[in-house]
């Protein structure tokens, strides 16, 4: 069964930086469109950024400018660079294939002064 392990997260000010990894095993990672997800209390999942197989990339207005994804795939390791961290950002972030495999716990961002 694929699976996801997500880390990085932690509590950070506003205007703070984070960088999130996610390894991924028993998957042919490189072949993927990968994604970063994020889900904050009483909200639906949502889709944060993107990235094909190729190194496209593509990211959520919302983030835009602010959030970078990128890929490792001799390590099967995705990353969100995450700067200029505002308050509604604060969410349990999910790394996944798009469209989604079964879901991993997620690492929390909180952003709080």
């Known amino acids: 069964q694929v699976q996801f392990v997500e880390s990085g997260g932690g509590l950070v000010q506003p205007g703070g930086s984070l960088r999130l990894s996610c390894a991924a095993s028993?998957?042919?990672?490189?072949?993927?469109?990968m994604g970063w997800y994020r889900q904050a209390p009483g909200n639906q999942r949502d889709l944060v950024a993107t990235?094909?197989?190729?190194?496209?990339?593509n990211t959520a207005d919302s983030v835009k400018g602010r959030f970078t994804i990128s890929r490792d795939n001799a390590k099967n390791t995705l990353y969100l660079q995450m700067n200029s961290l505002k308050p509604e950002d604060t969410a349990v972030y999910y790394c996944?294939?798009?469209?989604?495999?079964?879901w991993g716990q997620g690492t929390q961002v909180t952003v709080s002064s």
């Open positions: 990235i094909t197989r190729g190194g496209s990339t």
């Open positions: 996944n294939a798009h469209p989604p495999f079964t």
């Open positions: 028993r998957m042919s990672f490189s072949i993927y469109t």
